[in-house]
């Protein structure tokens, strides 16, 4: 931390400006904008490198915009300091947790032997009260990624924060400027009273429900096929800006975060989503920006307006602002119940028009499974559908790249036309038919839907972004930039079910919590090339992360440059393959990254086998 | 029984129906349409018309370089062709791809293809018949970094980009990839490679409390649904019936208390109930334990029930009851919440009690014993807390009106309600 022999070219500033880079940036708390009344937790981080790194697990009173309340904080901020690594170095990071209680760290989305993970439980034994942890390592890769706590619920409460490494060779998206941009959500409710809420409430956290006087394009019909499901088309988040104010870089919408830049320089902005339960839709009005790297891994430029960015998920985009003038960075929540939001601007103080909240939105039959999946499909339909969706001519004929899915499975006769397609499917489906899950699957009353017609929808933008007006990013639009190594075609396939209970709060894979599998975990030869398949039976979106390892999503693009990620978004009612190369041996953690989703039991250990045969 | 639920909860619902008037009715509720019948997609169900001949083990098959529609099968190994088609099905031919898909392969018909054209990458150096696991040894792996990357060169044109138009390629189907356990090599039982870094004591500890967060956990909950005051002919009176239970998500214990009655009086009814909940299905426990009696003559009733939530959103409580005299009772309670606004909330609630005999002793006849239908009105202050005003209609029906009538007491009574649910 006191040596940054990598600060070339003097990045990073947001660190510099908003977290008080203690030596370089020796400014006072006020004159980083942080609000003297807080007590002990600052907002924003410090930036720490080198071959040694400390980090210290503790605990403080965080506040922003009004709200207050407890927050673990490593290195005395909230996100934790940003750890910046080069490609090719050794580093150990000592780890000390100063807390009461067990703690831990989990590097998201580095490779490194299993032992370092950081997953009590599955990869250690947790970091003890007053105990220091010590992972070393060498670092393998560069790029974008994050660290949280995996203990309990702490991630929720402020344990985490940003992970740069940068290349060893040059940076092909090189930028004058290089920000972290680190979405998370601060709430001053005790996370396990979260959990309870959502565990005893009814859509505790939902204030966007249908009602007798609600706005939605809703018939009364559909509102009748919702009530008879047991559903509610507005389950988008679980828990939503009632009482979850968005952070940037830990800063509230109230709380001025300013980003710098010259107009004309290339800025690059690596946005983590770092939040325990939230997805984003991120864009910059004013602003195009090209995207040029998904979960660290470099891909090729796509250049778009905005983007949805999953929980655990990492995208960066360049921006090059040529005006002198402010422009928002907007974080609206998936389900619009709030915004996080900073300033990228050429002049402390200058201020961009910061956009309403748009309209919530609701599920659609494609999020029910029941395939169709056009999105323009919206229950009720009140967007003019759009007509003539023959499954015949989209075919194959180039479908429009915001087409969502290519439904090559026949929806009853492909013949049929938006808005009357809804209930039509509708009339005599059974949400729930477990004949067609394969027998791994346990049916029991944490199962309440199966997706009879799941789709791929990896050309879908999520949820609420289908009808925009503007550029929305997909996941077929992600082409890697360096060709991928393994390129065999996968020796076996396998199907996981995403599972749940939306009214029970029950989560889990193939119907079995992790309590019930927690011997038996999902297994891989060393270096086996095996096609995941996951298929989406509930109505929520899932982002799923391996631990340990990149795989590539089946998105389209041919196998050399098939997307590498270690989190993938599996939309409601759908599936999404992708393939994976088994070879860091060990025990991983694989879970639905919505924190009170793997709470609830939504986890498995994946057992990759070591190259000798032995036991890893 | 079914008859008199059914009634009931038309009963209830027909308020809330009726409300919808407003939103005109977009869509006529079409006949059923033909269930589309994707065939069960674990069903293998390859055209075997089209079917060629199975690799042999360990034939070594080179991919095709070329887009040839004809797929190279996967390559088979002999373990997983005994439990999963292998067998490609007809020709997937892009050209004409839309319509004919079949449904039901061993994998989905949508699953990308990986073996498309992949113009100038060497894949053909890459042997897939030598995968074989068995035969795979550790080394083999590095046989990646021979593989031509080099060549490679990003900027090299995606032939799927050039039919979509840009960079977005349709997922294309593939010959299927068998679905398989793994193969032995992946080793077996539980995940323990900690251990042997950590020890096993310290990596028991750990893997218990993580089990235990991760799905383990148990929740307590207490609700008073109705907790009011009641203004009515007559001495005023009160109710209160409350609930709650601790446990996990499929077996919990379950608590139930209620009773009414009229100021300066002893109470007419008073009860409590502990009972076992076991998750039946996604929204339905079914319940079982005891019923204590606490106001009029001492009875103890065994009771069996289910409570969960109905098609529509209606809150069902139904329970029968056998008491310690031989009497059989039942009780059916139904809720709905209609919301007004996020926070004003409608609740039309109905209970029916039934006896299977006359219980002279507690003024039942046989047959339905009491209507109650009622409508609450509440805001919630929060989620926890909301008070409420209402109005119930109460009715001794049959042979309980005539008890009733004999002891002087209305059989028919209208009470109009005000109290506070709330729960935590």
Same mark, same amino acid.
């Given at each position: 931390?006191?040596?940054?022999?990598?600060?070339?070219?003097?990045?990073?500033?947001?660190?510099?400006?908003?977290?008080?880079?203690?030596?370089?940036?020796?400014?006072?708390?006020?004159?980083?904008?942080?609000?003297?009344?807080?007590?002990?937790?600052?907002?924003?981080?410090?930036?720490?490198?080198?071959?040694?790194?400390?980090?210290?697990?503790?605990?403080?009173?965080?506040?922003?915009?009004?709200?207050?309340?407890?927050?673990?904080?490593?290195?005395?901020?909230?996100?934790?300091?940003?750890?910046?690594?080069?490609?090719?170095?050794?580093?150990?990071?000592?780890?000390?947790?100063?807390?009461?209680?067990?703690?831990?760290?989990?590097?998201?989305?580095?490779?490194?032997?299993?032992?370092?993970?950081?997953?009590?439980?599955?990869?250690?034994?947790?970091?003890?009260?007053?105990?220091?942890?010590?992972?070393?390592?060498?670092?393998?890769?560069?790029?974008?990624?994050?660290?949280?706590?995996?203990?309990?619920?702490?991630?929720?409460?402020?344990?985490?924060?940003?992970?740069?490494?940068?290349?060893?060779?040059?940076?092909?998206?090189?930028?004058?400027?290089?920000?972290?941009?680190?979405?998370?959500?601060?709430?001053?409710?005790?996370?396990?009273?979260?959990?309870?809420?959502?565990?005893?409430?009814?859509?505790?956290?939902?204030?966007?429900?249908?009602?007798?006087?609600?706005?939605?394009?809703?018939?009364?019909?559909?509102?009748?096929?919702?009530?008879?499901?047991?559903?509610?088309?507005?389950?988008?988040?679980?828990?939503?800006?009632?009482?979850?104010?968005?952070?940037?870089?830990?800063?509230?919408?109230?709380?001025?975060?300013?980003?710098?830049?010259?107009?004309?320089?290339?800025?690059?902005?690596?946005?983590?989503?770092?939040?325990?339960?939230?997805?984003?839709?991120?864009?910059?009005?004013?602003?195009?920006?090209?995207?040029?790297?998904?979960?660290?891994?470099?891909?090729?430029?796509?250049?778009?307006?905005?983007?949805?960015?999953?929980?655990?998920?990492?995208?960066?985009?360049?921006?090059?602002?040529?005006?002198?003038?402010?422009?928002?960075?907007?974080?609206?929540?998936?389900?619009?119940?709030?915004?996080?939001?900073?300033?990228?601007?050429?002049?402390?103080?200058?201020?961009?028009?910061?956009?309403?909240?748009?309209?919530?939105?609701?599920?659609?039959?494609?999020?029910?499974?029941?395939?169709?999946?056009?999105?323009?499909?919206?229950?009720?339909?009140?967007?003019?559908?759009?007509?003539?969706?023959?499954?015949?001519?989209?075919?194959?004929?180039?479908?429009?790249?915001?087409?969502?899915?290519?439904?090559?499975?026949?929806?009853?006769?492909?013949?049929?036309?938006?808005?009357?397609?809804?209930?039509?499917?509708?009339?005599?489906?059974?949400?729930?038919?477990?004949?067609?899950?394969?027998?791994?699957?346990?049916?029991?009353?944490?199962?309440?839907?199966?997706?009879?017609?799941?789709?791929?929808?990896?050309?879908?933008?999520?949820?609420?972004?289908?009808?925009?007006?503007?550029?929305?990013?997909?996941?077929?639009?992600?082409?890697?930039?360096?060709?991928?190594?393994?390129?065999?075609?996968?020796?076996?396939?396998?199907?996981?079910?995403?599972?749940?209970?939306?009214?029970?709060?029950?989560?889990?894979?193939?119907?079995?919590?992790?309590?019930?599998?927690?011997?038996?975990?999902?297994?891989?030869?060393?270096?086996?090339?095996?096609?995941?398949?996951?298929?989406?039976?509930?109505?929520?979106?899932?982002?799923?992360?391996?631990?340990?390892?990149?795989?590539?999503?089946?998105?389209?693009?041919?196998?050399?440059?098939?997307?590498?990620?270690?989190?993938?978004?599996?939309?409601?009612?759908?599936?999404?393959?992708?393939?994976?190369?088994?070879?860091?041996?060990?025990?991983?953690?694989?879970?639905?990254?919505?924190?009170?989703?793997?709470?609830?039991?939504?986890?498995?250990?994946?057992?990759?086998?070591?190259?000798?045969?032995?036991?890893? | 029984?079914?008859?008199?639920?059914?009634?009931?909860?038309?009963?209830?619902?027909?308020?809330?129906?009726?409300?919808?008037?407003?939103?005109?009715?977009?869509?006529?509720?079409?006949?059923?349409?033909?269930?589309?019948?994707?065939?069960?997609?674990?069903?293998?169900?390859?055209?075997?018309?089209?079917?060629?001949?199975?690799?042999?083990?360990?034939?070594?098959?080179?991919?095709?370089?070329?887009?040839?529609?004809?797929?190279?099968?996967?390559?088979?190994?002999?373990?997983?062709?005994?439990?999963?088609?292998?067998?490609?099905?007809?020709?997937?031919?892009?050209?004409?791809?839309?319509?004919?898909?079949?449904?039901?392969?061993?994998?989905?018909?949508?699953?990308?293809?990986?073996?498309?054209?992949?113009?100038?990458?060497?894949?053909? @150096?890459? =042997?897939?018949? $030598? *995968? &074989? !696991? #068995?035969?795979? +040894? /550790?080394? %083999? @792996?590095? =046989?990646?970094? $021979? *593989? &031509? !990357? #080099?060549?490679? +060169? /990003?900027? %090299?044109?995606? =032939?799927?980009? $050039?039919?979509?138009?840009?960079?977005?390629?349709?997922?294309?189907?593939?010959?299927?990839?068998?679905?398989?356990?793994?193969?032995?090599?992946?080793?077996?039982?539980?995940?323990?490679?900690?251990?042997?870094?950590?020890?096993?004591?310290?990596?028991?500890?750990?893997?218990?409390?993580?089990?235990?967060?991760?799905?383990?956990?148990?929740?307590?909950?207490?609700?008073?649904?109705?907790?009011?005051?009641?203004?009515?002919?007559?001495?005023?009176?009160?109710?209160?019936?409350?609930?709650?239970?601790?446990?996990?998500?499929?077996?919990?214990?379950?608590?139930?208390?209620?009773?009414?009655?009229?100021?300066?009086?002893?109470?007419?009814?008073?009860?409590?109930?502990?009972?076992?909940?076991?998750?039946?299905?996604?929204?339905?426990?079914?319940?079982?334990?005891?019923?204590?009696?606490?106001?009029?003559?001492?009875?103890?009733?065994?009771?069996?029930?289910?409570?969960?939530?109905?098609?529509?959103?209606?809150?069902?409580?139904?329970?029968?009851?056998?008491?310690?005299?031989?009497?059989?009772?039942?009780?059916?309670?139904?809720?709905?919440?209609?919301?007004?606004?996020?926070?004003?909330?409608?609740?039309?609630?109905?209970?029916?009690?039934?006896?299977?005999?006359?219980?002279?002793?507690?003024?039942?006849?046989?047959?339905?014993?009491?209507?109650?239908?009622?409508?609450?009105?509440?805001?919630?202050?929060?989620?926890?807390?909301?008070?409420?005003?209402?109005?119930?209609?109460?009715?001794?029906?049959?042979?309980?009106?005539?008890?009733?009538?004999?002891?002087?007491?209305?059989?028919?009574?209208?009470?109009?309600?005000?109290?506070?649910?709330?729960?935590?």
């Amino acid at each position: 931390m006191l040596n940054d022999p990598y600060d070339r070219r003097s990045i990073l500033r947001a660190s510099a400006l908003f977290g008080g880079l203690a030596l370089t940036a020796p400014m006072p708390a006020w004159a980083r904008g942080a609000n003297l009344a807080h007590g002990t937790v600052r907002q924003g981080f410090d930036q720490v490198s080198g071959a040694s790194i400390d980090l210290a697990i503790g605990e403080g009173m965080f506040a922003t915009g009004g709200r207050v309340g407890h927050a673990f904080a490593v290195n005395g901020s909230v996100p934790g300091p940003l750890i910046r690594l080069r490609e090719g170095q050794e580093v150990t990071l000592n780890v000390t947790n100063n807390l009461a209680i067990d703690s831990s760290i989990h590097w998201h989305g580095i490779l490194l032997p299993f032992q370092f993970d950081g997953v009590p439980g599955v990869s250690f034994p947790g970091i003890k009260p007053g105990e220091t942890y010590t992972a070393a390592f060498k670092v393998r890769q560069n790029g974008t990624y994050w660290w949280h706590s995996h203990s309990g619920l702490q991630e929720q409460a402020g344990h985490y924060g940003p992970i740069v490494v940068d290349p060893a060779g040059a940076d092909p998206y090189a930028a004058d400027r290089d920000y972290v941009v680190l979405l998370s959500e601060f709430t001053p409710m005790h996370p396990h009273s979260i959990m309870a809420k959502l565990k005893k409430g009814d859509a505790y956290f939902n204030h966007q429900k249908t009602t007798l006087t609600d706005d939605y394009p809703l018939s009364a019909a559909d509102r009748l096929m919702w009530g008879k499901m047991r559903m509610m088309p507005t389950d988008i988040l679980d828990v939503s800006g009632s009482t979850y104010t968005y952070l940037l870089n830990g800063h509230g919408p109230d709380d001025n975060h300013e980003l710098m830049f010259r107009p004309g320089e290339r800025v690059r902005l690596r946005f983590i989503n770092g939040s325990a339960m939230s997805f984003f839709n991120i864009r910059i009005p004013g602003l195009a920006m090209t995207v040029v790297a998904a979960d660290g891994q470099n891909i090729r430029p796509v250049e778009i307006d905005e983007f949805q960015i999953g929980t655990a998920e990492t995208y960066d985009v360049i921006v090059e602002p040529t005006r002198e003038q402010a422009f928002a960075i907007v974080a609206e929540a998936m389900d619009r119940s709030g915004m996080g939001i900073a300033m990228l601007t050429p002049a402390a103080g200058m201020r961009a028009a910061v956009p309403a909240l748009r309209e919530p939105i609701l599920l659609t039959m494609a999020d029910m499974g029941m395939g169709g999946g056009h999105g323009d499909m919206q229950m009720g339909g009140a967007p003019a559908a759009d007509p003539a969706m023959d499954h015949a001519a989209m075919g194959h004929t180039p479908a429009p790249a915001a087409k969502p899915d290519d439904a090559m499975g026949d929806m009853a006769g492909g013949d049929m036309a938006g808005g009357d397609m809804a209930m039509r499917s509708m009339a005599g489906m059974n949400m729930r038919d477990t004949s067609m899950l394969p027998p791994q699957v346990k049916v029991g009353p944490g199962l309440d839907m199966v997706a009879m017609n799941p789709q791929d929808r990896t050309g879908y933008p999520g949820l609420g972004l289908d009808k925009v007006d503007h550029r929305v990013l997909n996941y077929r639009q992600l082409s890697a930039l360096e060709a991928n190594t393994d390129r065999r075609t996968p020796s076996r396939a396998m199907e996981i079910h995403l599972t749940g209970n939306m009214e029970r709060f029950m989560w889990s894979f193939d119907g079995k919590k992790f309590a019930a599998v927690s011997e038996q975990p999902i297994r891989f030869a060393y270096d086996e090339r095996v096609r995941v398949k996951l298929i989406n039976d509930t109505m929520m979106v899932h982002p799923i992360h391996l631990h340990g390892h990149f795989f590539e999503v089946v998105n389209g693009q041919d196998p050399a440059h098939q997307p590498r990620k270690h989190t993938v978004n599996v939309q409601p009612g759908s599936s999404v393959t992708f393939d994976l190369t088994a070879n860091e041996p060990g025990d991983w953690a694989f879970h639905c990254h919505l924190l009170f989703h793997m709470h609830a039991g939504m986890f498995q250990i994946v057992t990759v086998e070591s190259p000798t045969g032995a036991s890893a | 029984m079914k008859t008199l639920i059914t009634i009931l909860m038309l009963g209830v619902a027909s308020p809330a129906l009726a409300q919808h008037s407003g939103h005109t009715m977009t869509m006529p509720m079409p006949a059923p349409a033909k269930k589309p019948a994707p065939a069960p997609a674990k069903k293998p169900a390859p055209a075997p018309a089209k079917k060629p001949a199975a690799p042999a083990k360990k034939a070594a098959a080179p991919v095709k370089k070329a887009p040839a529609p004809v797929r190279k099968p996967a390559p088979a190994k002999p373990k997983a062709a005994a439990q999963a088609p292998t067998t490609p099905t007809a020709a997937m031919d892009h050209g004409s791809m839309g319509e004919a898909m079949p449904m039901g392969d061993a994998m989905d018909p949508t699953m990308p293809m990986d073996q498309m054209d992949h113009g100038a990458m060497d894949h053909g @150096a890459m =042997d897939h018949g $030598a *995968m &074989d !696991h #068995g035969a795979m +040894d /550790p080394a %083999m @792996a590095m =046989d990646h970094g $021979a *593989m &031509d !990357h #080099g060549a490679m +060169d /990003p900027a %090299m044109p995606m =032939d799927h980009a $050039a039919t979509g138009g840009d960079a977005m390629a349709m997922p294309v189907p593939l010959a299927p990839i068998p679905l398989a356990p793994p193969p032995p090599e992946a080793g077996s039982g539980p995940a323990r490679a900690a251990e042997a870094i950590y020890g096993a004591e310290a990596m028991r500890e750990a893997r218990e409390a993580l089990k235990h967060d991760t799905g383990g956990q148990s929740f307590a909950w207490f609700m008073a649904d109705r907790a009011e005051y009641r203004a009515r002919q007559g001495r005023d009176g009160y109710l209160w019936d409350v609930q709650g239970y601790y446990g996990g998500d499929i077996d919990k214990f379950w608590f139930k208390s209620e009773g009414e009655g009229s100021f300066g009086e002893k109470p007419e009814q008073a009860e409590v109930q502990a009972l076992w909940s076991h998750a039946i299905g996604p929204w339905f426990d079914l319940q079982a334990g005891v019923r204590q009696d606490l106001a009029g003559p001492d009875r103890t009733h065994a009771v069996i029930g289910v409570q969960g939530l109905a098609p529509y959103l209606f809150d069902i409580d139904a329970a029968a009851f056998l008491s310690n005299k031989g009497d059989v009772t039942a009780r059916i309670e139904a809720e709905y919440d209609q919301r007004i606004t996020q926070r004003l909330i409608l609740q039309p609630r109905g209970e029916v009690n039934l006896a299977a005999q006359d219980i002279p002793a507690l003024g039942i006849g046989a047959g339905i014993d009491s209507l109650e239908l009622g409508v609450r009105l509440r805001y919630e202050f929060a989620r926890e807390f909301a008070p409420y005003i209402g109005v119930e209609q109460e009715w001794k029906l049959g042979g309980s009106a005539d008890f009733a009538r004999a002891a002087g007491h209305d059989p028919s009574v209208t009470n109009y309600v005000a109290g506070v649910r709330f729960w935590f």
